[in-house]
């Protein structure tokens, strides 16, 4: 045995919970696709970035505006990698979410074979690959087509390669990651977390050691130079456009994913687990036992802290160091098929709870019929960003983004929904899209049609002489 005695015996018991968790996933992720997150604005917005310049060929921001992942700065490799597999599959919503759930599920795998070359235990590598397509942070980026699943992707095969000691590859892989969003920086976090692990032997032999930091070197300088042949027309706006970024979302990933950007409190579970799992590791003294398990989860609390944007979606990076302390825990007490039963009944009892209210809700008769019922001429249409996927190949203006609203166009259609009347909520420097609307045109209603319970509009906007 090498960092800790393993546990590789799998118990009826633990047979059973595989069947139920694989079972569970694979329901899930069929099931709740287009219902999880019935709209989400990144979603179509992502999406529409790689259609707009892959398919229409025009400007990527053109429909949604630009930002972090206009692709001028950072995401063309999932760009290259979504379009060529959405122009043989078809650009649906559920076709992205399709592309995203596979690399997942191959971020899943490649922790399963960084945790057995790490010495812990097949059973305990493979619960955890288990639990990151369970768990809400990764289930959710899964069920997305925005950058996360790809970046995380790239992170968790980079890191994969580094323990492997494949340092050429990992450093490239973490540059790719880094182009595809720049919270793949994040591997180096996880790379200073196992370096720091190493014994004593691993540092002494110095001879050795420069050439393992010349390969990462190498790996890294090959992926720098991919992102600057990609990008280097906006090298001078890219530091301009980060911190841009970073003020817009300030404070704490972990903060917002568990207290702020929740429903039904119901992270509010996992982080009371998290925090007895911990007050264990401490009181126990299990931090004697293996330095990576401390030292990941400190190094990335510590991140989450520096890291200046605070958008819950960053949360799949940080929740591995969760898993990991939790899973050790439980392990040595002798009782991890019992931790990994506490977490997949915390996300179980929320994803029965999406099925229960949200199992009525069509989206593709909501598809089709909008589409049908919107006049096929030239004008633009405006509605909600999932209204987007019915009228991707025209002009389309998101109601949630009054700041790329074209006021000078004389005319077009309008979607009113539940949403609208309500009042998107839109940039909290300008005015709601509805108010704004008011102020040029007027509309006529051409017709009205239920779906999904849910009352539309389909109106004429004439601007105002």
């Not at 047979?15 to 079972?23: E, F, G, S």
């Not at 059973?123 to 699943?149: D, G, I, Q, T």
């Not at 990462?216 to 280097?232: D, E, I, K, R």
């Given at each position: 045995m090498t960092l800790f005695e393993k546990q590789d015996h799998f118990s009826r018991f633990s047979?059973?919970?595989?069947?139920?968790?694989?079972?569970s996933i694979v329901a899930s992720y069929v099931g709740l696709n287009l219902i999880y997150n019935i709209e989400n604005v990144d979603d179509a917005w992502s999406l529409s970035f790689m259609y707009n310049a892959f398919v229409r060929h025009i400007p990527p921001e053109a429909t949604f505006g630009g930002g972090l992942a206009n692709l001028k700065f950072f995401g063309m490799t999932q760009a290259w990698i979504y379009s060529l597999l959405l122009n043989c599959i078809g650009w649906t919503k559920p076709n992205s979410h399709f592309v995203s759930m596979l690399f997942m599920l191959g971020a899943?795998?490649?922790?399963?074979?960084?945790?057995?070359?790490?010495?812990?235990?097949?059973?305990?590598?493979?619960?955890?690959?288990?639990?990151?397509?369970?768990?809400?942070?990764?289930?959710?980026?899964?069920?997305?087509?925005?950058?996360?699943?790809?970046?995380?992707?790239?992170v968790s095969m980079a890191f994969f390669f580094l323990v492997r000691e494949r340092y050429l590859i990992a450093g490239f892989l973490a540059m790719v990651?880094?182009?595809?969003?720049?919270?793949?920086?994040?591997?180096?976090?996880?790379?200073?977390?196992?370096?720091?692990?190493?014994?004593?032997?691993?540092?002494?032999?110095?001879?050795?050691?420069?050439?393992?930091?010349?390969?990462?070197?190498?790996?890294?300088?090959?992926?720098?130079?991919?992102?600057?042949?990609?990008?280097?027309?906006?090298?001078?706006?890219?530091?301009?456009?980060?911190?841009?970024?970073?003020?817009d979302l300030p404070g704490s990933v972990l903060y917002q994913y568990f207290f702020v950007c929740v429903n039904y409190y119901r992270h509010w579970a996992d982080f009371i687990f998290f925090s007895c799992c911990l007050i264990l590791y401490f009181w126990k003294g299990l931090y004697r036992e293996n330095r990576f398990v401390l030292l990941f989860f400190l190094l990335l609390l510590a991140a989450n802290f520096i890291n200046p944007r605070g958008n819950f979606q960053y949360i799949p990076y940080f929740y591995p160091a969760f898993l990991l302390l939790s899973l050790f825990v439980f392990e040595k007490l002798k009782r991890l098929e019992w931790a990994v039963l506490v977490l997949f009944s915390v996300f179980f009892v929320y994803n029965a709870s999406v099925l229960y209210r949200k199992h009525r809700y069509n989206f593709d008769e909501y598809i089709t019929r909008l589409r049908g019922a919107v006049p096929g001429d030239n004008l633009p249409v405006a509605g909600s960003t999932n209204e987007w996927y019915a009228f991707k190949d025209r002009a389309f203006y998101p109601a949630v983004c009054t700041f790329y609203f074209d006021t000078a166009a004389p005319a077009f259609y309008l979607i009113e929904g539940d949403d609208f009347r309500r009042g998107f909520p839109g940039d909290k420097r300008r005015p709601l899209f509805k108010e704004r609307l008011a102020l040029s045109y007027s509309g006529t209603v051409l017709k009205s049609l239920e779906i999904n319970n849910e009352h539309f509009d389909i109106k004429l906007m004439k601007k105002n002489r």
């Open positions: 047979r059973i919970l595989l069947v139920i968790i694989i079972v899943a795998a490649a922790w399963y074979g960084t945790l057995t070359t790490l010495d812990f235990s097949r059973k305990f590598s493979l619960f955890f690959s288990l639990l990151v397509l369970w768990c809400e942070p990764f289930f959710r980026a899964a069920l997305l087509s925005r950058p996360e699943s790809l970046t995380f992707f790239f990651a880094v182009e595809n969003h720049p919270m793949g920086i994040v591997f180096f976090v996880y790379a200073a977390a196992w370096a720091a692990a190493q014994h004593a032997a691993y540092w002494n032999n110095w001879r050795l050691l420069v050439k393992r930091a010349l390969f990462l070197a190498a790996g890294v300088a090959c992926g720098t130079a991919y992102y600057f042949g990609l990008h280097y027309h906006y090298l001078t706006e890219t530091a301009h456009m980060v911190r841009a970024g970073a003020a």
